[in-house]
């Protein structure tokens, strides 16, 4: 673990509200934040005494995102991952 870029990640987050941090923390989205930030963030609830919550399963992939468009009076639903 980058403890230099762990500390960079901390300072950036601590102008984040509690509420959005532990948001962060339960989705443990490993998709789009990297393990220096739930590092950085465990450190962040622990200073100000938050008990952190239990994490749902890691997320590694991209979340599924679907778009449609008429096409014809058909729909078309493309979904990318």
Known sequence: MNNKLV?????TF?????EELVNIYI????????DEAF????????EKNI???L???????APCKT?????????VKIIIY
């Open 7 to 11: 500390h960079t990640i901390q300072e």
């Open 14 to 18: 601590k102008n984040r509200s509690i």
């Open 27 to 34: 989705e443990n989205d490993r998709y789009n934040y990297s």
């Open 39 to 46: 590092e950085a963030i465990r450190m962040i609830l622990q």
């Open 51 to 53: 008990s952190l919550p």
């Open 55 to 61: 994490q749902n399963e890691q997320l590694y992939k």
């Open 67 to 75: 778009f449609s468009k008429d096409q014809d009076k058909h729909s």
